[in-house]
């Protein structure tokens, strides 16, 4: 079993619905540009940690988004969402953004999202927005893991 971790910064986003509008008499389909442009920032962020690694099912798919704490709370209300003794509330909502990540991945760390078994998906305060996204699976025959796991994750420690 391979255990793939990446990270995703900026602010986690949700899969929006499709749109679909009539064109001479046709229904046509399309997704939002805004969903299309954070499935392909979430491909080029695993690309960038583990370049063309692919897992086969069953996979195990882990989210953790991270939110800055809102600059109106109090000092005391801040610290503890600092501490994840508050959490998120707020949107997105986590199965929105499971299924942009599960989306962005298909094809890519691999074949279809069908083959994700397990999926645990959680939001918490963080120094940085973003996602940590990890899979755990077994690798397609003749692939390589990529970058080290630890380097992927690097981003969210806070600079000093």
Sequence with gaps: METLIFHVPGKPQSKAR????????????YTPAQTEQYENWIKLCYQGAHGTARLVPPIEMSI???????KSYPKKKAALCREN?????????????AKA?????NGIAYHDDSGVSELHVSK????????????VGNLEEGQDAGKKTADAVQPLKKRE
């Design 101 to 105: 990540v599960a989306d962005a991945l």
């Design 18 to 29: 499709h749109r679909s509008f009539a064109r001479a008499g046709k229904i046509c389909n």
């Design 85 to 97: 003794v508050l959490r998120p509330t707020c949107k997105p909502d986590m199965d929105n953004i």
């Design 124 to 135: 918490q305060y963080g120094e940085r927005e973003g996602l940590v996204v990890r899979l």
């Design 64 to 70: 953790t988004a991270y939110f800055s704490v809102p």
